[in-house]
């Protein structure tokens, strides 16, 4: 093929590593229309209301999806940003070992020495790992319209919130369950409530804590043990009567 003309400035450009903006303005559209996808996605599984049937679904056969975030803090409202997602589905009392989400996230925040040390996540990780609207449209794809299981979910939730707010302009609006308060209800007599001392309790091995995705299948396995309890107990077959049940602790 013959070589075009190299006094071009379309040619010279391109070999000076820039681009013409026709073109970047076409990539930047190709860009705009995939976020903009993502977006309206994320919108309407929120919109979806809470469907009042899945009160009536029973506990052995509760579609969830257990889940944990790693964050570079404590404090969305402080700048904290999520730094990777993990989860692992779970149908009543069987765990899908094989039906899993992980991914890390640019977060495009400083990750303090000592999150790095707890996480094993570095910046060099997160800045080759794909942006926080990727990361949350892969991860509520992946979700559908289940419910959402954490252990200690008020942090989760809140950056999960955030994340959302600041990608959609939206609020979560999946139910989601909590480890910790079937723990304060069946075993009221502790004093301790963390996902260590729990997961010890109940003789799960642990196993690359501060992972986000090895922190939700060890949670999967709490949350298992727990349903199990709960079928044992009188007037508790369905997720209703989870909920009533909890809302007198």
Request: aromatic share 6%.
């Amino acid at each position: 093929m013959k070589e075009p003309s190299k006094g071009g400035g379309f040619w010279n450009n391109l070999r000076q590593g820039g681009m013409p903006s026709a073109i970047a303005s076409m990539r930047g559209g190709e860009s705009a229309q995939q976020t903009a996808q993502q977006m309206a996605f994320i919108r309407s599984l929120m919109r979806e209301k809470r469907r009042p049937e899945v009160l009536h679904t029973p506990l052995s056969e509760l579609e969830t999806v257990i889940f944990d975030l790693e964050t570079t803090g404590f404090s969305h409202q402080g700048g904290d940003e999520i730094m990777s997602i993990g989860a692992i589905r779970v149908v009543g009392e069987e765990i899908k070992a094989e039906e899993c989400f992980y991914t890390l996230v640019n977060c495009g925040a400083t990750i303090p020495d000592n999150i790095t040390r707890l996480t094993g996540i570095s910046a060099d990780m997160t800045s080759s790992a794909p942006p926080l609207m990727d990361g949350l449209h892969n991860f509520m794809s992946f979700v559908g319209q289940r419910v959402l299981v954490a252990h200690g979910s008020a942090h989760d939730k809140a950056f999960l919130n955030a994340a959302l707010w600041k990608t959609s302009k939206v609020q979560l609006t999946h139910r989601v369950l909590d480890t910790m308060m079937l723990a304060r209800w069946l075993e009221p007599h502790r004093s301790n409530y963390t996902l260590d001392e729990l997961l010890a309790i109940h003789e799960i091995p642990i196993e690359g804590r501060h992972h986000a995705l090895e922190d939700a299948k060890m949670t999967a396995k709490l949350w298992v043990a727990y349903i199990r309890q709960i079928l044992q107990k009188n007037q508790v077959d369905t997720l209703g009567d989870l909920y009533a049940y909890l809302s007198r602790t």
